[in-house]
């Protein structure tokens, strides 16, 4: 049973336009958020983390919201570039319980010039 | 520093080799991460070190077994491996534990590591 859904597993958005990134979960004792972005033969980069207290964070082009009644979670880049092809996942742990994170499958971005 | 550093990049093995994967990090982060990931999946935790000592293994079979000489460093030894092992072996780590503290991994470059 996946915890940590992204329903996506492609997106594809013209550059200088907007990507909207989509993550569900299901485990209510989520309190901690991050996002992920991940180029072929490259290991996982930090992208930008949101803590239940919050719901939304900036950094820069990325925006992360949190909706924690619909316990859903997005990430937008505006404006997106071709550099931000990668594939991006989603990850939450119960920071209270000290559990590790969970991974969601990824989606897939592409910025097409 | 900060990143961490996963050697060899690509290995291929056969089912009855022994081969090691070696992950190295000078963050001072108290807690290392093996993980698995494989094609269009993603990244499967395997193992937890938490102050160089064992506090997490998720049913791994042991033909996979870890080892952290010391703090910085984090090895994983493997042995009569099967084809669908073959797979992109993630190292992290983050700082201590504590409700306070970042937990944001810093990931390896992984290794593919091919079982024939």
């Known amino acids: 049973d996946q915890q940590v859904k992204q329903n996506s597993p492609s997106l594809s958005v013209q550059e200088g336009r907007i990507s909207i990134l989509n993550c569900d979960y299901t485990n209510s004792m989520f309190d901690y958020f991050l996002w992920y972005k991940k180029y072929p033969a490259e290991g996982p980069t930090f992208l930008i983390s949101i803590s239940s207290i919050k719901d939304k964070n900036e950094d820069g082009r990325f925006t992360v919201f949190l909706n924690k009644s619909a316990k859903h979670l997005s990430l937008h880049i505006v404006p997106s570039q071709p550099g931000d092809s990668a594939v991006y996942f989603c990850a939450a742990r119960a920071l209270f319980r000290g559990q590790n994170f969970v991974f969601g499958p990824g989606t897939r971005l592409s910025v097409l010039p | 520093d900060t990143e961490v550093t996963q050697t060899p990049k690509h290995l291929v093995m056969g089912m009855t080799n022994k081969k090691s994967l070696k992950c190295e990090q000078h963050?001072?982060?108290?807690?290392m991460y093996w993980y698995k990931q494989k094609a269009k999946k993603p990244p499967e935790l395997m193992f937890v070190y938490s102050y160089e000592k064992l506090s997490i293994n998720e049913s791994v079979p042991s033909r996979f077994s870890p080892e952290c000489p010391n703090s910085s460093l984090l090895n994983l030894h493997l042995h009569a491996l099967q084809p669908e092992d073959s797979a992109l072996y993630l190292c992290?780590?983050?700082?201590?534990?504590?409700?306070?503290?970042?937990?944001?991994?810093?990931f390896g470059s992984g290794t593919r590591l091919t079982v024939v």
């Open positions: 992290a780590s983050s700082q201590a534990t504590g409700p306070r503290a970042n937990y944001g991994y810093t």
């Open positions: 963050m001072g982060h108290r807690a």
